[in-house]
């Protein structure tokens, strides 16, 4: 099975720190993806990644940026950490692009406060 | 632009009584449609998806979805509801055009009642 690994499950930072949140997969997906989610908001787009190198905004980018240097990580930043980016942070990864059919397998998570 | 409904916040049904959780959605052409399932202090785990063929859909734990294109919804249900069913449920969307990233709707607690 496909294992999608966020390396923090909790995090608790100070506003204006800069704040990095990694994600790495182990099934060698070209496809990868940040989503926050918020109680009544359900999962929103933050960034995502077609392969090395490539990003590409989603639907609430403000705030954030990402990283893909290697295939099997992508991190996501938040330059100077906010109160309104207390949040939990959900990676996903997806399959070979040819194959886009293939749903997500997510990570389990990173319940950022920041304070 | 792509987008899904789920029109409730929270499905309660008793355990062993049938449940369904609504789901509709807009996108440009033929969808594909997929429901996700999460527990507490979980990532979400994929329950069934959407294609082709068929209209209704066979997936984990029991569950089924049915994919209405007249009224552009694709709800999810099962005949016995479990106490372990309890969970938050996500409904996504994609169009077929190349390779666009999920859609997610706003989910829906449903809680069973042994």
């Known amino acids: 099975d496909v294992k999608v690994t966020q390396s923090s499950r909790y995090l608790v930072k100070r506003t204006g720190e800069k704040v990095f949140l990694e994600c790495v997969q182990d099934?060698?997906?070209?496809?990868m993806f940040w989503y926050r989610q918020d109680p009544g908001l359900g999962l929103r787009l933050i960034y995502f990644s077609y392969d090395v190198k490539m990003k590409e905004k989603g639907d609430i980018p403000e705030g954030y940026s990402v990283s893909r240097e290697k295939k099997e990580r992508f991190s996501l930043i938040l330059e100077s950490a906010s109160t309104n980016q207390t949040s939990m942070y959900l990676c996903?990864?997806?399959?070979?692009?040819?194959?886009?059919?293939?749903?997500?397998?997510f990570g389990s998570g990173t319940r950022l406060t920041v304070v | 632009a792509q987008s899904v409904a789920q029109p409730e916040d929270q499905v309660n049904v008793a355990e062993g009584n049938p449940l369904t959780v609504k789901c509709t959605y807009s996108?440009?052409?033929?969808?594909?449609l997929f429901w996700y399932v999460q527990y507490p202090n979980r990532g979400l785990q994929f329950l069934l998806k959407?294609?082709?063929?068929?209209?209704l859909v066979k997936g984990s734990y029991g569950f089924e979805a049915e994919f209405n294109k007249s009224q552009t919804s694709f709800h999810l249900k099962k005949p016995s509801a479990l106490v372990s069913d309890s969970a938050l449920y996500f409904c996504?969307?994609?169009?077929?055009?190349?390779?666009?990233?999920?859609?997610f709707g706003k989910g829906t607690r449903l809680s069973v009642i042994a």
């Open positions: 996903a990864s997806r399959g070979d692009r040819r194959k886009p059919l293939y749903g997500y397998t």
């Open positions: 996504a969307v994609r169009d077929r055009s190349g390779n666009t990233p999920l859609v």
């Open positions: 996108v440009s052409g033929n969808p594909y």
């Open positions: 099934m060698d997906h070209e496809n």
């Open positions: 959407y294609i082709t063929g068929d209209n």
